[in-house]
């Protein structure tokens, strides 16, 4: 009998690890994909954003950003002059503030400010957050290619956006694309993903946001990633976004 | 004289910079044009402001050096005399005000503890521009419609963050430095009207100063803050005891005279003003509800003395005894609280408005005096924010809720912002006022003025 039960149990768990080998749910994949967007321990940067607008004439933004964990980041714009300075810290739990040098202080961003484009640029505040997709997004696989998983991504919490239908490539686990759909289903950007692998992490050296109503598109490009720089909690704090 | 010295100091600087280029030393700042002309009193202009925004600031390894500097033309020529066209000062009215410089050592005596010293604008309160816990700093209301503009002040500054949401700041400021009044036309604005019977003739008014000692104990502010964030809510408890930087009426002198031909009485006026020391209690808040932004902010203003005004009517016969006496205007233990509560919100077409109610302006004291404001602004951008809209924006006042019809200022600025390139901003405004009593817009309302404004960043 025990013999039997063993053998069972065997079969059942060979049959499962199998299950799980060859189908990977939506949320499965989701994870990983955040796990490969978030494997570092923490990240700094330059970014060059590119905006170009529908008749092709291009405006270059400059910034740094810091980031560590899955949800603590500081963005700062270092050019042009007239946003130079402007920084952006986002926390865990939702929580973002802004700091305006002509304000000399920080101020806390309602959460209403997400669905805003972020500086002019075609990705808003939310797409700028660092927040895992699991924690945002359910997740349903839709479709299985050779070289892609199709995920349809449902927002948990009220959002912008009605789904995200996001490619994630099949083996390295980073998204390839993501395409954005507004309350009436209606597809309204879309983003491309060049990933390149710095050292053992795979990087994004180049997201590229579509708008698909007015045509224009930003380009953020990132430049000098270093990981696992050491950084410390304290990098992301109020003391530091203000200085 | 004072030109030349700017233009010799800008020089050097920027050798400065370019001999520091490795250490990162950053010269940036603005230029900007504010013209101003009204259209209801013999339109002209009312204001002319150039000014040259120039920041300085270098990081080193922990801490920095930052400094902010106006360049000014600022005001209108007067050269109504010959000895004018021989004074540079008059022609082409210039100045430089050094707003801030400062430096910082981050993780001074031990870690988490920041230290700044200098001239430096330390801004308290969550609200936006008006913050009644914002004491510390003098006020700067040269232009009333940049309402919470603030000057640097000389002070040391100490800061500790505690290991998560905490920080404790102390700060000492040696020196006190009053308040800058509206200029030109608005110099009204927040002075009350000196009242007289109406058969008297007010002959002369001379109005004093007394300008605290040169001793710490008269001339210096001392003020903490605790700052937290607790489940989802940033707060923060604040005390200073210094001196208002708006000065009270302390003493009024008043002797009257006759004259015979033609026959009428008059009075001769001497006042006294003097700066007060307050205890300032504060407390504010920021959070965020279903989307929107939520702030409150409450001071609580205690005197450090009893206020009294003296008033010396001297007889018409001059060897006779004046009649003296003295009114408590405000008492000690008579604490007023001024407020404010705010809301805002961003709209998912891309819209954005704040609501502001406040109780109590920076110039208005005691509980009885504080009027009520209500600030609303929308905003609304177009082409990516190239273009921003704000069709509403104004402020509605009431001095007495009783006669709001007698007691009323309204002031409606709508104004269109254009960035033809990132560094441009070309504002075009307009600003309507209307009111009754005494409020503060209605003594300035027939001065309705477009504004053009251009400002660029370098």
Redesign the interface.
């Known amino acids: 009998m025990k013999k039997t039960t063993a053998i069972l149990l065997a079969i059942l768990f060979s049959l499962g690890l199998g299950y799980q080998g060859y189908a990977q749910t939506g949320t499965e994949i989701l994870k990983k994909l955040d796990q490969v967007m978030f494997s570092a321990k923490d990240l700094s940067a330059k970014n060059k954003i590119i ?1 170009t ?1 529908k008749s092709g004439k291009q ?1 270059v ?1 400059e910034s740094t950003v810091i980031q560590k964990g899955q949800e603590m980041r500081l963005f700062r714009f270092t050019s ?5 300075g402007i920084a952006m810290l986002s926390l865990p ?1 939702d ?1 973002m503030y802004i700091y305006l040098p002509s ?3 920080e ?7 997400k ?3 972020f500086a ?1 640029t075609d990705f808003s505040y939310d797409d700028m957050q660092a927040q895992p997709f699991s924690d945002k997004y359910n997740a349903k696989l839709i479709e299985t290619t050779d070289k892609y998983y199709v995920l349809e991504l449902t927002p948990k919490t ?1 959002s ?1 956006y009605s789904k995200i239908i996001a490619k994630i490539h099949k083996t390295e686990y980073y998204p390839i694309s993501t395409d954005f759909y507004d309350q009436k289903n209606e597809k309204i950007k879309e983003t491309t993903y060049t990933f390149a692998k710095v050292g053992k992490y795979w990087s994004a050296s180049e997201i590229t946001m579509f708008d698909l109503k ?1 045509g ?1 598109k930003t380009q953020i490009q990132m430049i000098q990633p270093k990981y696992d720089q050491g950084l410390s909690d ?1 990098e992301f ?3 530091k976004l203000i ?1 | 004289m004072k030109k030349w010295i700017f233009i010799s100091s800008l020089l050097l600087l920027c050798l400065l910079g370019r001999a520091q280029e490795e250490s990162a030393l950053k010269i940036y700042g603005t230029i900007s044009t504010d013209q101003r002309v009204t259209t209801s009193v013999d339109s002209g202009w009312i204001w002319n402001e150039t000014r040259l925004d120039l920041k300085l600031e270098k990081k080193v390894n922990r801490g920095k050096f930052y400094a902010n500097l106006w360049a000014r033309n600022f005001g209108v020529p007067k050269y109504n005399e010959m000895g004018s066209l021989f004074n540079n000062e008059k022609i082409d009215p210039f100045n430089i005000q050094l707003r801030e410089a400062y430096f910082q050592v981050d993780d001074f005596l031990f870690e988490n503890l920041d230290l700044k010293i200098g001239r430096q604008r330390i801004a308290w309160g969550t609200a936006d521009k008006m913050n009644p816990t914002d004491n510390l700093n003098p006020l700067d209301v040269e232009d009333i419609f940049d309402m919470g503009r603030r000057r640097g002040s000389d002070a040391v500054n100490l800061t500790y963050y505690f290991k998560g949401d905490f920080s404790i700041q102390g700060v000492w400021m040696p020196f006190f430095q009053p308040v800058n009044l509206p200029a030109g036309v608005f110099a009204n604005a927040l002075m009350p009207e000196f009242e007289v019977p109406e058969d008297v003739t007010l002959n002369s008014l001379n109005i004093h100063l007394n300008q605290p000692a040169f001793r710490f104990k008269d001339q210096s502010t001392l003020g903490f803050r605790l700052k937290g964030h607790i489940k989802g809510i940033d707060f923060s408890a604040s005390y200073l005891y210094g001196v208002n930087g708006i000065p009270e009426l302390t003493q009024v002198d008043v002797t009257p005279g006759i004259n015979i031909y033609p026959w009428y009485t008059y009075i001769d006026v001497e006042a006294q003003l003097s700066f007060i020391r307050h205890h300032v209690f504060g407390l504010d808040f920021s959070t965020n509800i279903w989307g929107m932004g939520f702030w409150g902010e409450a001071a609580i203003t205690k005197l450090d003395k009893d206020l009294y005004v003296k008033t010396i009517v001297r007889n018409i016969i001059p060897t006779m005894d004046p009649t003296i006496t003295d009114s408590l205007v405000i008492g000690k233990n008579e604490p007023y609280v001024k407020w404010i509560l705010g809301t805002d919100y961003h709209f998912p077409k891309g819209g954005y408005i704040n609501l502001q109610w406040m109780h109590g302006f920076f110039h208005e004291r005691g509980q009885g005096e504080l009027n009520d404001y209500f600030f609303v602004q929308y905003n609304h951008p177009f082409f990516d924010g190239k273009l921003s809209v704000v069709p509403l924006s104004g402020a509605f006042i009431v001095n007495n809720w009783k006669e709001v019809k007698e007691n009323y200022s309204l002031v409606y600025m709508p104004e269109i912002i254009y960035n033809p390139i990132p560094e441009v901003a070309i504002t075009l405004s307009y600003i309507w006022m209307k009111g009754k009593g005494a409020g503060m817009f209605s003594a300035i309302q027939d001065y309705d003025m477009f504004v053009i404004k251009a400002k660029y960043s370098f």
């Open positions: 905006i607008s405006e933004r042009p002059a007239s946003q130079a739990n929580v304000f000399g202080k101020r806390r961003i309602s959460s209403s400010v669905s805003q484009k002019g009220k912008a007015k224009s304290d704090t109020i003391r200085n």
